[in-house]
């Protein structure tokens, strides 16, 4: 199965500030139809997971434009562009290019 | 709207069955893939498997295969999974989810608790 390790495990934030959450595989994720399936997930304290970002870069409905993800083959990154309250959770990047889908560890986004 | 109304909250007893559902609404059902995942208390998201309604297909993750059954009813717009010979490790937050691969547009369940115990 390929392993997706997330970095850092917890990040320490200020509201406002911008902040990055790295996601490798250990597999390339760029399928042979020329799409990468890597995603980015939210999930709030006792709330479902959220969608954030689907195929590396593309923004989810409703998510603000201070989420940005980015990365190509087994190096991707997601980016809040000044956090905000609403924000803190647990990250976590998902693949579905190879079988069967699997999620990173997660990164748990806190206040300092 | 769409939604995903799961089924409540089980208590079963080590070596039971649990059937959870996952009845959607808002949308056409068997348009879209339905996907379930695991979280157990203090941990990660763990991907089950996936149905395709309309064709009845699924996709397992090889570690809950003879685990995990997916089936989907199309006549009341519900997808069900069904776990076996459930022990502690079964233990766990279940979602099913709409996660379609391109689109802005991705919904989960509200969750339901499995706790097994005596």
């Known amino acids: 199965d390929v392993v997706l390790t997330q970095t850092p495990s917890i990040l320490s934030a200020t509201i406002g500030q911008s902040v990055s959450i790295s996601c490798r595989s250990s597999q390339s994720l760029l399928d042979s139809d020329g799409n990468t399936y890597l995603y980015w997930f939210l999930q709030r304290p006792g709330q479902s997971p959220q969608r954030l970002i689907y195929?590396?870069?593309n923004l989810g409905s409703g998510v603000p434009n201070r989420f940005s993800g980015s990365g190509s083959g087994t190096d991707f990154t997601l980016k809040i562009s000044g956090v905000e309250a609403e924000d803190l959770g647990v990250y976590y990047c998902m693949q579905a290019t190879h079988a069967p889908n699997t999620f990173g560890a997660g990164t748990k986004l806190e206040l300092k | 709207e769409v939604k995903l109304q799961q089924s409540g909250d089980e208590l079963v007893r080590p070596g039971a069955s649990v059937k959870i559902s996952c009845k959607a609404s808002g949308y056409t059902f068997t348009s879209y893939s339905m996907h379930w995942v695991k979280q157990r208390p203090g941990q990660g998201l763990e991907w089950i498997g996936a149905i395709i309604p309309i064709i009845d297909t699924t996709e397992y993750n090889q570690k809950f295969k003879g685990k995990a059954t997916l089936t989907a009813d199309k006549s009341s717009n519900t997808a069900n999974m069904e776990l076996s010979r459930l022990t502690s490790e079964d233990s766990a937050v279940y979602y099913c989810a709409r996660l379609p691969d391109n689109s802005r547009f991705a919904y989960w369940g509200q969750g339901t608790l499995v706790t097994v115990s005596s």
């Open positions: 195929l590396v870069s």
